[in-house]
């Protein structure tokens, strides 16, 4: 079956420009997560809903940094006045539930560049 | 919160030849912890998880073992292959929370 999709595959900005960034999970999974990927490193996590509600979104590194998931499945990740730190791969995961040891699968990532 | 320190950062070793990959935690209470290959531009695929309550896993060439007193856990990739040649990521998850924390990543290269 189809896996986890993200669109645009490459985003390029402007310094202080809005983006937004878009994950379709697999189909039934009502775990979704956001990892950000800076090069040489691991994901780094910034938010995850369960249904349509965010359960932890402590990652988001500041408030210019939002994410929705209206209807539980399609999720957007919102970045406002976009810095040239930002710059990273933006990585989703979904997986069926919520809870130790279920497996996260990921998509393959938008490649955002702030300039 | 959870620290989790990899190495080496970077393995080279010759066709044939096993490779391991090894990676410490700080939370006691991790229960989960999944190792992940990607594939330059690729996404993060899953090779293999183990839970707290077993020591060692294995799936043909590839086995994980867990050391939960000195809180450690290691990759093991036997007759290594060129297409194995990717970054590897372990990961630790503790049963209070859902969110893994992410070691720095392991670039392997093997050496037809």
């Known amino acids: 079956g189809a896996g986890v999709s993200q669109t645009p595959s490459n985003k390029v900005t402007e310094k202080g420009k809005y983006v937004e960034l878009r994950c379709d999970p697999i189909s039934g999974h009502t775990a979704l997560y956001w990892y950000r990927q800076s090069l040489g490193q691991g994901p780094e996590f910034l938010i995850y809903f369960q249904g349509t509600g965010a359960a932890d979104d402590s990652g988001l590194p500041n408030d210019r940094f939002f994410a929705v998931r209206p209807e539980g499945s399609v999720s957007t990740l919102k970045i406002q006045r976009t810095e040239r730190g930002d710059s990273a791969v933006y990585l989703c995961a979904s997986s069926l539930n919520v809870g130790a040891g279920d497996t996260q699968y990921f998509g393959p990532g938008t490649r955002l560049t702030v300039l | 919160g959870e620290n989790v320190e990899q190495h080496p950062s970077t393995l080279s070793v010759q066709e044939g030849d096993s490779a391991v990959i090894k990676c410490t935690y700080s939370d006691s209470a991790s229960n989960y912890f999944p190792w992940y290959k990607q594939e330059l531009g690729k996404r993060p695929q899953l090779i293999i998880d183990?839970?707290?309550?077993?020591g060692e896993k294995k799936d043909q060439r590839i086995a994980v073992t867990l050391n939960k007193t000195a809180k450690h856990f290691s990759l093991h990739i036997t007759e290594t292959q060129p297409e194995d040649s990717a970054v590897y990521f372990c990961a630790s998850r503790s049963g209070g929370s859902y969110i893994p924390t992410f070691g720095r990543g392991t670039s392997l290269i093997v050496h037809p």
């Open positions: 183990i839970r707290s309550n077993v």
